[in-house]
Nanobody, 114 residues
C-alpha cells in the first residue's frame, strides 16, 4: 500500500501562484511516476503534469510555461508550482503515484477567481 498526503491548495486571484505538495509513504518502488491530475465540476479527470523517478516530465498543453513539476526522491515528495493561474485552472487537484499499482491522494481544492 502507498499513502499520498497532499497539501497547498487554496484560493487565489487570477495571475497568482500556488504550490502543491504530495508526500508518498508506504511501499514505494522505483521506478515510478508521480503526477498531478485535476477535475473541474462537470468534467472528467485530466492529467496536469507528471514526473518519473528519473525526473522526466510531461505537461498538459494548457499548463506548459505556467506550471512546474518537481520531486525530491529522498522525501518521496512531488511538488507542483503553479504560476499565472487562470480561472479555468479551478479544480480539485489529485496526486497520483504509479508503480506496480496506481494510487490516488484525497484531492485538494484550487480556486482561481477573476
Amino acid at each position: 500500500q502507498v499513502q499520498l498526503v497532499e497539501s497547498g491548495g487554496g484560493s487565489v486571484q487570477a495571475g497568482g501562484s500556488l504550490r502543491l505538495s504530495c508526500a508518498a509513504s508506504g511501499r514505494i518502488f522505483s521506478p515510478n511516476v508521480m503526477g498531478w491530475y485535476r477535475q473541474a465540476p462537470g468534467k472528467g479527470r485530466e492529467l496536469v503534469a507528471s514526473i518519473t523517478s528519473r525526473s522526466v516530465t510531461n505537461y498538459a498543453d494548457s499548463v506548459k510555461g505556467r506550471f512546474t513539476i518537481s520531486r525530491d526522491n529522498a522525501k518521496n515528495t512531488v511538488y507542483l508550482q503553479m504560476n499565472s493561474l487562470k480561472p479555468e485552472d479551478t479544480a480539485v487537484y489529485y496526486c497520483n503515484y504509479k508503480s506496480l499499482l496506481d494510487y490516488w491522494g484525497q484531492g485538494t481544492q484550487v480556486t482561481v477567481s477573476s
